[in-house]
Nanobody, 129 residues
Framework: QVQLVESGGGSVQAGGSLSLSCARSGEFKTYYCLAWFRQSPGKDRETVAAVDTDDEKYYADFVKGRASISNDKTKKTLTLQLSNLKPEDTGRYYC???????????????????????WGQGVLVTVSS
């Protein structure tokens, strides 16, 4: 059983930067796709960035050029670095794992969260203008 625990949320001014971490315990039985989701007030949960076992990385259009996702397999830590933050980036950020899949563009489709097997509890990010 894989467990995910996020850290690093907080409040930041618009234009600032933030780094989120997701520590995992347990072992995957096979290849996987790790992702960061966010849920902003009044909105559906959406995929922000994803990285898989082969280190293929994907980003949502709304964070391209402002986000960097990385997976340290030795430390079993997933990291999301966000820069030039905007008030619309406010929300709860979750890390999630889809075991048995590499990452694909469809992991960013609406409703893709149902494909993910493991979830963290989320951390709150608040960006003020």
């Amino acid at each position: 059983q894989v467990q995910l625990v996020e850290s690093g949320g907080g409040s930041v001014q618009a234009g600032g930067s933030l780094s989120l971490s997701c520590a995992r315990s347990g072992e995957f039985k096979t290849y996987y796709c790790l992702a960061w989701f966010r849920q902003s007030p009044g909105k559906d949960r959406e995929t922000v960035a994803a990285v898989d076992t082969d280190d293929e990385k994907y980003y949502a259009d709304f964070v391209k050029g402002r986000a960097s996702i990385s997976n340290d397999k030795t430390k079993k830590t997933l990291t999301l670095q966000l820069s030039n933050l905007k008030p619309e980036d406010t929300g709860r950020y979750y890390c999630a794992a889809d075991e048995g899949e590499y990452c694909y563009n469809w992991h960013f489709d609406r409703g893709a969260e149902s494909e993910f097997d493991y979830w963290g509890q989320g951390v709150l990010v608040t960006v003020s203008s």
